[in-house]
């Protein structure tokens, strides 16, 4: 994981193994060998400082934390930092101070120090008898306006440390973060037009990475890196800019980012009743609802809601119990849940058994069933979902007929399929159903709920199994 962590002023509490430090005065290209700067060096460097006001000290250019953390637990942690002066009062920006202690082993010093710059501190007059925090502390020659200090090192992290603290901006501005505040699209929309702050819910950040700007979700718990919560997707708010602020919208994404793939493995008797297992996998915005839903309470209460949300999706009166949970903290994977399930899907008619086509959807209602609209069909995020329905059956039953394969799309909007497969013990469905777009306006409707219309009719097929005649009825029927 790579982000942007608090700007070095000062002293930074952490152990280190190794600290580089380039110093580049007035024109860095000018005044130092090519070869001998680190691209990360020039990149940070020749990037344009917007207009500060005059009393500004120092910018901060690059301020980039990247840990790693190894199969066994040990973190290590990889800093890179370069603040260019603006003015004599911005020397202190660029000391360099890397704070450690006992428990860190250090692995190399590539910049030597002198002894005197190692100094030990404590805090008189705290109570404190014994602190053992050190730091090594480089004051660059030619701290000068127009100077440019970068350096690095790496750190073994205290392996109890569980979490890490963003620090948005500091002392000294940062070139590479801006901040946006936003509309929390599940509760209100942003209006230009009314000029009150109280509009804007949440706030975002924005940081160059690689030079381009990535949108991080700091106030949402489990955001994977570099996507956002759904709610927080196209809002629209106020950012900083390099000349004050301005109106934008945070960016969207696309329907791959937010998926739902629903399986299942079933084993039907000849009276229509079913026992397998159900495997439900959610990415992006499902998986994040799902993650933080974990944070209001308990093991047994997620379980309990998610063993709901599958119950009302299937026959009624199906048993569903949920077997086990996977990576539900490990934010940046897909969120694995699984079931069993047991009960009656099918429904007998003389010598014919009638079964779902889609088990998923046996429950669904028409999404749109007035056929006129005023006003515009919008949804919260676009979306993909996958099912995977295998149902197996005992020899005593045959396939007469299945759903036949089909695609319907709505221009470039959405798009819906499903396949089915036989085989002489078992019959496979596969769905798919892709939105790309939130938002649909009132003459798009019609198209719209045409789409619908013809999905949701298809989803309701059923799968016809007819009973084989045993060998007994086949011989009383042969001596007749």
């Known amino acids: 994981m790579t982000h942007c962590a608090r700007p070095l002023q000062g002293t930074r509490r952490h152990s280190f193994a190794f600290a580089v430090l380039i110093l580049l005065t007035a024109m860095p290209v000018c005044f130092a060998k090519q070869d001998s700067v680190p691209d990360w060096v020039s990149t940070a460097a020749a990037q344009k400082l917007p207009d500060y006001p005059a009393d500004t000290n120092a910018v901060v250019l690059l301020d980039d934390t990247t840990y790693t953390v190894a199969p066994n637990g040990q973190a290590t942690e990889h800093y890179r930092h370069v603040v260019k002066i603006l003015r004599p009062q911005g020397r202190d920006g660029a000391i360099v101070a890397v704070p450690f202690d006992q428990d860190t082993k250090i692995l190399s010093l590539q910049y030597a120090l002198k002894d005197n710059e190692i100094v030990q501190y404590g805090y008189p007059g705290q109570g404190n008898f014994f602190e053992d925090d050190k730091v090594r502390v480089a004051r660059a020659p030619g701290r000068d306006p127009g100077g440019i200090v970068a350096y690095e090192y790496e750190q073994r992290i205290r392996p109890m440390l569980t979490e890490k603290t963003w620090f948005f901006q500091g002392d000294l501005p940062s070139l590479s973060q801006t901040f946006m505040a936003v509309t929390d699209r599940d509760r209100n929309v942003f209006l230009q037009s009314y000029f009150n702050l109280s509009q804007l819910d949440d706030d975002l950040a924005i940081v160059n990475v690689g030079g381009q700007e ?103 009166g199906m048993d569903v119990k949920v077997t086990s949970i996977e990576k539900l903290t490990d934010y940046e994977e897909p969120l694995h849940v699984n079931l069993t399930v047991k009960g009656a899907i099918g429904s007998s008619t003389g010598k014919r058994l009638l079964i779902p086509g889609n088990l998923f959807e046996v429950n669904s209602k028409p999404s749109f069933p007035h056929e006129k609209r005023e006003i515009p069909v919008y949804f919260d995020y676009p979306f993909d979902h996958q099912d995977a329905v295998r149902v197996s059956f005992p020899s005593s039953l045959t396939v007469e007929s299945l759903p036949a394969n089909d695609q319907v799309q709505f221009q470039k909007f959405a798009v819906y399929t499903m396949k089915t497969t036989s085989a002489p013990a078992s019959v496979t469905v596969y769905r798919n159903y892709s939105l790309g777009e939130i938002l649909y306006f009132a003459k798009e409707y019609p198209e719209l709920r045409n789409f619908y219309s013809k999905m949701e009719t298809k989803d309701q097929e059923s799968i016809v199994l007819t009973s084989v005649p045993s060998d007994k009825s086949k011989a009383s029927s042969a001596a007749d």
């Open 214 to 316: 990535k949108f991080f979700d700091p106030g949402s718990r489990f955001s994977a890196y570099g996507h956002l919560a759904w709610k927080h997707t196209r809002a629209a708010g106020l950012r900083q800019t390099d000349g004050g602020t301005a109106f934008a919208n945070a960016p969207g994404e696309p329907y791959t980012a937010s998926r739902v793939q629903r399986g299942a493995d079933l084993t039907l008797d000849s009276q229509g009743v079913a026992t397998g297992t159900v495997r439900m996998v959610y990415t992006g915005a499902p998986a994040l609802r799902w993650r933080q839903r974990s944070l209001t309470g308990d093991a047994t209460c997620l379980d309990h809601d998610l063993r709901t949300s599958v119950e009302e999706l299937l026959p009624a």
